[in-house]
């Protein structure tokens, strides 16, 4: 059964859906919505994930910025963009697929043809195992790679470790649906949080209760910052009121023992660039599990940075830190 519903129809000019797509709705059972508005396309994308999006390009109307305000953005990328194009219009199709539409439909195909471009346009967002079925970000793949591309571009950034402390045994109490619900409330804040405050910033899921959100090193503690306020305030919603009320709650380990379980909280391992040089991913990926590891250590939560340097620190600032954390109380 696909979960993805929804087909979204755009015609900028409020033109009905042509015989082309609303046979296509039919044929794959997704319920067939039609938006005339860029901001209705970007609410919906954003609140829910149509399985694809087919938009009326004559005269453009916009529809070529849409696609690349949507195909910018690892949240809303993995959407499949279909654009219908009138014939004998070269420049909106060569504008589509630069701005990254998945397929640009146009008249001059033949309607068989156009409609196996539709199904492989689905087929290909369904095949893509580098997007965590949950929360819609980015994976490891997508991971590996925006890493490579700071490191190339030698800008000073920092790659961030998110992880939820407790949350094996809210899961084990509540059950894996409220912890994919914990898990979706994390998603969400780390991407309104960087996308607010980094907009060139990049969130992503390795799995389980695990994120990895780069941004460029000076928006990174204010980011840290705002990710351990806002979710302190909302996790604890995420209890019935008795856990709530209490803090905490008794659970028993593997030998049968008695043992308060807190409320959650987040901890994230910080490793920059600012006075290290990285030649390979590999390196920040160690290095950023080891400061998530050590940021787990310390009461609430918190966010770690490594503040160690390649070269050895001269006599006189020995006695700095290595590692900096800063914790929200």
């Given amino acids: ?6 087909l979204v129809f755009h015609s900028p000019k ?12 039919r044929e794959t059972g997704l319920r067939l919505e039609e938006l005339a508005r860029a901001d209705d396309v970007l609410a919906r994308v954003n609140r829910s994930f149509p399985a694809c999006i087919i938009m009326d390009a004559e005269g ?9 305000a949507l195909k910018q953005d690892t949240f809303t990328a993995i959407v499949p963009v279909v654009l219908l194009s009138p014939e004998n219009q070269a420049a909106l199709v060569r504008g589509g697929l630069e701005a990254g539409a998945d397929e640009v439909l146009t008249d001059a195909m ?3 043809e156009r409609h196996l471009r539709l199904q492989m346009a689905l087929h290909r967002a369904d095949r893509d195992v580098s997007v965590n079925p949950t929360t819609r970000l980015a994976g490891t793949v997508q991971i590996e790679r925006d890493i490579g591309e700071r490191l190339r571009s030698r800008e000073l950034f920092a790659c961030c470790y998110a992880d939820l402390d407790h949350f094996k045994e809210f899961n084990d109490r509540y059950g894996y649906n409220e912890g994919d619900r914990v898990i979706l409330l994390l998603s969400r804040i780390l991407r309104d949080v960087v996308k607010a405050y980094a907009p060139t910033g990049f969130i992503g899921h390795i799995g389980g209760d695990d994120f990895i959100f780069n941004l460029s090193l000076p928006q990174m503690r204010l980011c840290c910052e705002e990710i351990i306020e806002i979710f302190d305030e909302l996790i604890s919603f ?11 709650f008794l659970g028993k380990d593997r030998r049968g023992n008695i043992y308060r379980t807190p409320i959650m909280t987040v901890s994230i391992g910080v490793v920059t660039n600012e006075h290290r040089h990285f030649t390979h991913t590999a390196r920040v990926s160690e290095l950023v ?16 940075v490594d503040r160690r340097r390649d070269a050895p620190l001269p006599a006189l600032e020995s006695s700095e830190p290595a ?5 929200e109380s």
């Fill in 323 to 327: 590692l900096e954390a800063s914790a």
């Fill in 238 to 248: 995420q209890y019935t009121q008795e856990d709530r009320q209490a803090g905490y």
């Fill in 60 to 68: 453009d109307s916009g529809c070529i910025e849409l696609c690349r």
């Fill in 110 to 112: 033949e309607e068989r």
């Fill in 1 to 6: 059964m696909r979960v993805r519903s929804i």
């Fill in 14 to 25: 409020g033109r009905n859906p042509p015989a082309l797509v609303t046979a296509f709705a």
């Fill in 289 to 304: 599990t080891e400061m998530k590891s050590y940021a787990k250590t310390l009461p609430g939560s918190v966010y770690a």
